[in-house]
C-alpha cells in the first residue's frame, strides 16, 4: 500500500496491534509474517501482506498527516 503511495493507519507494522486491518473484497495476498491481531476471514493486515494480484480493499483507516505551523 505504501509503495503505491497510500499511508495506512498503524501502530507497530509487524501484524500486531491491527490498526492497519482493513477489508480484502478482491484479489489474492499473501503474509510474510504472522498476524498476531484477530482478522475476520474477508480482513486483511496490509502491515505484513504483499498483493499477489490487483486488490480492491475497504474499510481503509488511512494515516492522517498533521501539518504544524512554524
Given at each position: 500500500m505504501e509503495m503505491s503511495g497510500?499511508?495506512?493507519e498503524y501502530n507497530?507494522?509487524?501484524g500486531h496491534c491491527?490498526?492497519?486491518r482493513c477489508k480484502l473484497e478482491s484479489g489474492e495476498v499473501e503474509y510474510?509474517?504472522?498476524?498476531?491481531a484477530y482478522v475476520k476471514e474477508d480482513e486483511i493486515l496490509p502491515c505484513?501482506?504483499?498483493?499477489?494480484?490487483?486488490v480492491d480493499l475497504a474499510q481503509v483507516n488511512l494515516h492522517n498527516q498533521v501539518k504544524h505551523a512554524s
Open positions: 497510500l499511508k495506512p507497530c507494522r509487524d491491527g490498526a492497519c510474510i509474517g504472522f498476524a498476531m505484513i501482506c504483499r498483493a499477489k494480484s490487483d
